[in-house]
């Protein structure tokens, strides 16, 4: 279903119709991982930007999803990439933990936008904001907060997979797949698990059965 909807203006132009001249595009990545930070991107773009083949990032290949962040980099005006680490996640929950990423991403954008569009969140911010059920497969700026999210992201858990290996987080970037929930079983949780989560929080600490013994 996904597939078959179409990435565009329309949001945007929308807000400008209501008065706005700054328009922000927020999305996050990482919200439902096991492992490591939720990310949130804030992007704003010129007026009536095009960018063919531009969608939700997670339906594009890894190749596109690079190359659309690239060319997002380029013709954006702005850009802030935040992330909230486990531990904070742990303690907040992963809604506020992404609200709290999407929150910073968007204060410290220069221009400061005068409309956000978010995917599927509202933000206790005075800002207007327009919150779009599948807005990453929607609106062009919300797609392209979409892609550099997930790039960062991804980039993030393949330099964490060198600290450690035997997650196997380059392949599944801290996700809930057979491969990852084996590593947790036979090794535990390390301190970038998110503990709150129930598969992590199902396997004992590796220090835990030290201090038992």
Known sequence: MLRTLVCGNKYEKAARLQG???????????RGALFGPVV???????????????????QLLR???????????????AIVIEEIDAETIDRVNIY????LAMTAAVTKLSPAPDHLLIDAMKLDLTCPQTSIIYGDSLSI??????????????????????EYPQYGLASHKGYSTPEHLAALE????????????????????PWDEQLSS
């Open 20 to 30: 706005a001249t700054v328009i922000a595009g927020v999305d996050e990545v990482g």
């Open 40 to 58: 949130a991107a804030a992007v704003i773009l010129p007026i009536d930007t095009r960018i063919r083949g531009l969608r939700d990032s997670k």
């Open 63 to 77: 190749e596109d999803r690079e190359r659309l962040a690239g060319v997002v980099k380029k013709k954006a005006i």
């Open 96 to 99: 506020q933990a992404t609200r």
């Open 141 to 162: 700026s919300i797609a392209a907060a979409s892609v550099v999210a997930k790039v960062y992201r991804d980039g993030r858990m393949r330099e964490l997979d060198h």
């Open 186 to 205: 036979k090794h535990g949780p390390c301190p970038l698990h998110r503990r709150s989560f129930r598969p992590v929080a199902q396997t004992s600490l």
